[in-house]
Nanobody
Protein backbone atom coordinates (compact mmCIF):
# COMPACT_ATOMS: atom_id res chain seq x y z
CA UNK A 1 0.00 0.00 0.00
CA UNK A 2 1.34 3.42 -0.94
CA UNK A 3 1.08 6.15 1.65
CA UNK A 4 2.37 9.60 2.55
CA UNK A 5 3.37 10.30 6.12
CA UNK A 6 3.78 13.92 7.21
CA UNK A 7 5.61 15.26 10.23
CA UNK A 8 6.88 18.53 11.64
CA UNK A 9 3.73 20.47 12.41
CA UNK A 10 3.08 22.16 15.71
CA UNK A 11 2.59 25.40 17.57
CA UNK A 12 4.94 28.28 16.82
CA UNK A 13 5.00 31.97 17.66
CA UNK A 14 4.61 34.61 14.96
CA UNK A 15 7.93 35.13 13.22
CA UNK A 16 9.03 31.60 13.99
CA UNK A 17 9.94 28.72 11.69
CA UNK A 18 8.85 25.17 11.07
CA UNK A 19 10.02 22.44 8.72
CA UNK A 20 7.48 19.96 7.44
CA UNK A 21 8.48 16.59 6.03
CA UNK A 22 6.52 14.09 3.99
CA UNK A 23 7.77 10.65 3.07
CA UNK A 24 6.17 8.38 0.50
CA UNK A 25 6.39 4.65 1.05
CA UNK A 26 5.13 1.50 -0.61
CA UNK A 27 5.16 0.29 -4.17
CA UNK A 28 6.30 3.38 -6.07
CA UNK A 29 8.05 3.42 -9.42
CA UNK A 30 8.29 7.18 -9.80
CA UNK A 31 6.87 10.43 -8.49
CA UNK A 32 6.41 13.43 -10.72
CA UNK A 33 5.12 16.45 -8.81
CA UNK A 34 5.12 16.68 -5.03
CA UNK A 35 3.30 19.50 -3.30
CA UNK A 36 2.06 21.00 -0.08
CA UNK A 37 -1.48 22.26 0.31
CA UNK A 38 -3.18 23.80 3.32
CA UNK A 39 -6.70 24.22 4.56
CA UNK A 40 -7.71 26.71 7.21
CA UNK A 41 -11.03 26.42 9.08
CA UNK A 42 -13.91 27.50 6.88
CA UNK A 43 -11.70 27.89 3.82
CA UNK A 44 -10.96 25.83 0.73
CA UNK A 45 -7.80 23.81 0.42
CA UNK A 46 -5.14 25.83 -1.39
CA UNK A 47 -1.79 25.12 -2.96
CA UNK A 48 1.18 26.34 -0.93
CA UNK A 49 4.08 25.09 -3.03
CA UNK A 50 4.94 22.38 -5.52
CA UNK A 51 8.11 20.88 -6.94
CA UNK A 52 8.71 18.72 -9.99
CA UNK A 53 11.01 15.73 -10.09
CA UNK A 54 13.57 17.96 -11.80
CA UNK A 55 13.39 20.60 -9.07
CA UNK A 56 11.20 23.23 -10.69
CA UNK A 57 9.22 25.02 -7.98
CA UNK A 58 6.06 27.07 -7.77
CA UNK A 59 4.76 29.01 -4.77
CA UNK A 60 1.55 30.70 -3.73
CA UNK A 61 1.97 34.46 -3.62
CA UNK A 62 1.13 34.45 0.08
CA UNK A 63 4.24 32.40 0.97
CA UNK A 64 6.78 33.57 -1.62
CA UNK A 65 10.01 34.61 0.05
CA UNK A 66 9.04 32.90 3.32
CA UNK A 67 8.78 29.24 2.32
CA UNK A 68 11.09 26.86 0.50
CA UNK A 69 10.04 23.51 -0.91
CA UNK A 70 12.63 20.84 -1.60
CA UNK A 71 12.72 17.10 -2.20
CA UNK A 72 14.99 14.11 -1.93
CA UNK A 73 14.11 11.85 -4.85
CA UNK A 74 16.15 8.96 -3.48
CA UNK A 75 14.05 9.01 -0.32
CA UNK A 76 10.74 9.95 -1.99
CA UNK A 77 10.52 12.77 0.51
CA UNK A 78 9.42 16.37 0.21
CA UNK A 79 10.10 19.17 2.67
CA UNK A 80 8.61 22.58 3.35
CA UNK A 81 10.73 25.08 5.25
CA UNK A 82 8.51 27.86 6.56
CA UNK A 83 10.01 31.04 7.99
CA UNK A 84 8.58 34.31 9.28
CA UNK A 85 5.34 32.53 10.06
CA UNK A 86 2.17 34.56 10.47
CA UNK A 87 -1.11 33.78 12.26
CA UNK A 88 -2.76 33.52 8.84
CA UNK A 89 -0.51 30.56 8.06
CA UNK A 90 -2.45 28.55 10.63
CA UNK A 91 -3.97 25.56 8.86
CA UNK A 92 -3.80 21.84 8.35
CA UNK A 93 -1.01 21.19 5.85
CA UNK A 94 -1.39 18.28 3.44
CA UNK A 95 1.25 16.59 1.36
CA UNK A 96 0.38 15.52 -2.17
CA UNK A 97 2.26 13.31 -4.62
CA UNK A 98 1.55 12.39 -8.22
CA UNK A 99 3.00 8.91 -8.66
CA UNK A 100 2.85 5.68 -10.58
CA UNK A 101 3.44 2.14 -9.39
CA UNK A 102 5.20 0.82 -12.50
CA UNK A 103 6.40 2.05 -15.92
CA UNK A 104 3.15 1.07 -17.63
CA UNK A 105 0.89 2.59 -14.99
CA UNK A 106 -0.87 5.93 -15.16
CA UNK A 107 -0.05 8.68 -12.69
CA UNK A 108 -2.39 9.03 -9.74
CA UNK A 109 -2.74 11.43 -6.82
CA UNK A 110 -1.98 10.52 -3.24
CA UNK A 111 -2.67 12.60 -0.14
CA UNK A 112 -1.22 12.54 3.33
CA UNK A 113 -3.32 12.66 6.48
CA UNK A 114 -2.41 16.27 7.25
CA UNK A 115 -0.41 17.97 9.97
CA UNK A 116 -1.60 20.92 12.01
CA UNK A 117 0.39 24.16 11.97
CA UNK A 118 -0.70 26.80 14.47
CA UNK A 119 0.91 30.23 14.58
CA UNK A 120 -0.02 32.04 17.75
CA UNK A 121 1.50 33.97 20.61
Amino acid sequence: QVQLVESGGGLVQPGGSLRLSCAASGSIFSISVMAWYRQAPGKQRELVAQISSGGTTNYADSVKGRCTISRDNAKNTVYLQMNSLKPEDTAVYYCNANFRRNPGDYFRDLWGQGTQVTVSS
